[in-house]
């Protein structure tokens, strides 16, 4: 099955480039596409949170992004200082900024990052396919596909904002949300607790014959 990956047919972008690019082609989140010299496709679909603002979803990418623009930003500004001061100092300050932008983008995107839900499939193009990796292959391309097909009609005017919402949200609830981590200082203590609970065997008093 073909997705049609373009975006929708009528845009009302407006503004600054840069806002028009934290906004990016899809409210509902993005779909990706990777492929490898090792002949592996990797496929993965990002829902957000539905009802959230266009402000929250900014916040969101700026976060999700932070990995590679976090990098851009630390070699620029160490290529600027580079030649001003120290290399050493460079690096510090550059990795300081670097840090303290992430620190923000993390504060900036509050609850609603908990709430991104993420579909990934590996797929093997040598035609060695098991029936499982097929299925979640053919779930995130129906999904997907459902996802820009809900844009497409909101852009032509077949459906409201609300319809479009609801699409989203019923995708959204497809898939499941991640597990939380327990914390080892959880674990740690949960461990103690269960060893404190655990009877102690009982000796048995043999008298000498």
């Not at 990016?24 to 990777?34: A, E």
């Not at 929250?56 to 976060?63: F, I, T």
């Not at 979640?136 to 596909?145: G, L, V």
Request: aromatic share 6%.
């Amino acid at each position: 099955m073909n997705i049609d990956l373009a975006p929708p047919a009528a845009t009302s972008w407006v503004g600054p480039r840069r806002i028009r690019l934290l906004d990016g082609d899809r409210s509902w989140g993005s779909t990706n596409t990777w492929c490898s010299r090792h002949g592996t496709i990797r496929r993965r679909l990002v829902v957000f949170p539905p009802g959230i603002s266009a402000t929250e979803r900014r916040c969101l990418r700026l976060w999700r992004g932070w990995p590679l623009w976090g990098s851009a930003l630390w070699l620029t500004v160490e290529l600027i200082l580079s030649n001003q001061i120290a290399p050493v100092l460079a690096i510090i300050i550059c990795t300081i900024l670097v840090v303290l932008a992430g620190i923000a983008t993390f504060i900036r995107a509050g609850e609603a990052r908990r709430g991104v839900r993420t579909q990934d499939v590996l797929v093997v193009s040598d035609g060695l396919v098991d029936l499982d990796t097929m299925l979640e292959n053919a779930e995130i391309t129906r999904q997907t596909q459902t996802l820009i097909d809900a844009d497409n009609q909101l852009a032509a005017g077949q459906i409201n904002a609300i319809e479009h919402e609801t699409i989203w949200s019923t995708i959204y609830h497809q898939i499941p949300a991640a597990k939380p981590s327990i914390p080892d200082t959880q674990r740690v203590r949960s461990s103690a607790g269960t060893a404190q609970r655990r009877p102690t065997p009982r000796t048995r008093n043999v008298l000498p014959h």
